[in-house]
């Protein structure tokens, strides 16, 4: 079946130490998008690839980076956990963009804890 | 500030009952609103939407319905099932003058359905 498969559903890292979680698809969308989501709170978007186009939320810290080697994967790179890093990543794609009408294909999700 | 508002963190209803799931925005630029529901563990998943140029659109037991005047939407579940119950997330996104803007999501409601 087309996915979204994230890795790994769960991530402990120690504070400060480089992190990277990572997201597939196999739908051939266009957009990958990464929401970062803490507990009760709303998936709160951090950046997307419009195929190689990056756009980055004006709000998201520096401490975030993100790379898509090619259509399939997208990377979340976080260079010094804090310990407010602590959340559920979220990674989605869409044919086309959001605001053109597209619904979005989640993933499962990491869960990463800041030790 | 929220623009996506669902002010119920969570409701309780009958199995056989209708649920009555309310959302709220601020932002007059979104026309296009999604209903997502997600289990615990696994990532949203979607259920519904409409777009600004109707007022309700049906599905099944799912009815979302959109009170542009009022800038709020509903999604009626009818009848409720067990397996339902799950976290619903209301999101919304806009197209205008050539923009388009990224997918913005309440924080949840969630649904429990007793037997």
């Known amino acids: 079946d087309a996915m979204v498969i994230q890795n790994p559903r769960y991530q402990v890292t120690q504070f400060g130490k480089p992190v990277t979680l990572s997201c597939s698809q196999t739908?051939?969308?266009?957009?990958m998008y990464w929401y970062q989501q803490k507990s009760s709170q709303a998936p709160k978007l951090l950046f997307h690839?419009?195929?190689?186009?990056?756009?980055n939320e004006a709000d998201t810290p520096d401490n975030f980076q993100s790379r898509r080697p090619n259509t399939s994967f997208c990377f979340l790179d976080i260079r010094s956990p804090g310990l407010g890093d602590a959340a559920m990543y979220l990674c989605?794609?869409?044919?086309?963009?959001?605001?053109?009408?597209?619904?979005?294909?989640f993933g499962s999700g990491t869960q990463l804890s800041v030790l | 500030d929220q623009q996506v508002k669902q002010n119920s963190p969570s409701l309780s209803v009958q199995e056989g009952r209708i649920s009555i799931l309310n959302c709220d925005y601020t932002?007059?630029?979104?026309?296009?609103f999604l209903w997502y529901k997600k289990y615990p563990a696994e990532g949203p998943t979607f259920l519904i939407s409409?777009?600004?140029?109707?007022d309700k659109n049906e599905d099944g037991r799912f009815t979302v319905f959109l009170n542009k005047s009022a800038k709020h939407l509903s999604l009626h579940i009818v009848p409720s099932q067990p397996g339902d119950s799950a976290v619903y997330f209301c999101?919304?996104?806009?197209?205008?003058?050539?923009?388009?803007?990224?997918?913005?999501f309440g924080k949840g409601t969630k649904l429990s359905v007793k037997p």
């Open positions: 932002n007059s630029m979104f026309d296009y």
């Open positions: 999101a919304a996104s806009w197209n205008y003058g050539g923009s388009q803007g990224n997918l913005i």
């Open positions: 739908l051939n969308h266009n957009v």
């Open positions: 409409i777009s600004s140029i109707k």
């Open positions: 989605a794609t869409s044919r086309d963009s959001a605001g053109a009408g597209e619904k979005l294909f």
């Open positions: 690839y419009y195929d190689k186009d990056f756009n």
